[in-house]
């Protein structure tokens, strides 16, 4: 199967397909950031093994397909978790950026995109073993004690800090890659945009969440919708 028709009809990539075509919708002048998740990797149920996984042949493939369907005639500028799976999807992503004459640049790994702080290998064993939205939602609810993980606020207030804070400053044109982790990405909506985790929407590999902000407001697309946010444009006004 070529590229183009792996693209195009793998499930898994559904909504990263989204994500893209709402882009490339978005006014090029208009300040945009995406949070996406790793391209694939191969599954494992060994918790210290998916710390070191890199991406699988299908995965750099993707990613390189992800970077040549960007908004055209953006400034790209791409953050990532220092975990090499998300090294290697933020270097792909950034050549086939430049394949298509695009400019993209890799910027820094943040901390912040690895994760909350806490018990790595704690935190992996109890996703697996109650499934990733419901340990999501223990975290929400305070019911994982902060020996495993800190408090979803602390984790929360340094994502609007470090992630929205930055993107606060996007010039015109700009657009913010940033490459992390499905749990990253789920508890950011869950706690910026009230989004409650569920299997059916859970973070695909290259899936996540864009914003836009010009005159009229501020936008967020997450699960296949665009919709107008005033919890993201709280967040901006305070910063």
Same mark, same amino acid.
């Given at each position: 199967?070529?590229?183009? +028709? ?9 909504? +990263? ?11 090029? #002048? ?5 949070? $996406? ?6 599954l ?6 998916? #710390? ?6 299908l ?7 992800? !970077? ?9 500028r791409?953050?990532?978790?220092p975990?090499? #799976? ?9 050549? /086939? ?6 400019? +993209?640049?890799? %910027?820094?790994? $943040? ?9 790595? @290998?704690? $935190? !992996?064993e109890?996703?697996?073993?109650? /499934? !990733?939205?419901?340990?999501? +939602?223990?975290?929400? @609810? ?17 994502? %609007?800090?470090? $992630?929205?804070? #930055? ?73």
């Amino acid at each position: 199967m070529s590229d183009v +028709a792996e693209w195009e009809s793998s499930d898994w990539l559904s909504e +990263a397909r989204w994500l893209l075509t709402w882009a490339n919708q978005v006014d090029v #002048r208009t300040p945009m950031m995406m949070v $996406i998740r790793h391209s694939h990797r191969e599954l494992s149920d060994n918790v210290q093994e998916l #710390r070191t996984h890199g991406l699988s042949p299908l995965g750099h493939r993707m990613a390189l397909k992800f !970077g040549e369907k960007l908004p055209p005639s953006r400034d790209v500028r791409i953050f990532y978790s220092p975990r090499l #799976r998300c090294i290697q999807t933020a270097c792909d992503i950034a050549e /086939g950026y430049h394949a298509i004459g695009g400019n +993209a640049e890799l %910027i820094s790994d $943040i901390r912040l995109l690895l994760g909350p702080y806490g018990n790595g @290998e704690k $935190i !992996g064993e109890q996703m697996m073993q109650v /499934g !990733g939205p419901a340990f999501v +939602a223990k975290w929400s @609810e305070k019911q994982v004690s902060s020996d495993i993980i800190e408090p979803i606020k602390l984790f929360c207030d340094r994502f %609007i800090t470090d $992630i929205i804070g #930055r993107f606060a400053e996007a010039k015109s044109g700009e657009l913010q890659l940033y490459v992390t982790h499905d749990m990253v990405i789920m508890g950011a909506r869950l706690a910026l945009l009230k989004t409650q985790p569920t299997d059916s929407n859970w973070t695909h590999f290259l899936g996540g969440f864009a914003a836009a902000v010009d005159e009229r407001g501020s936008y967020v697309f997450e699960n296949g919708e665009a919709r107008r946010s005033p919890e993201l444009a709280s967040f901006l006004a305070d910063l």
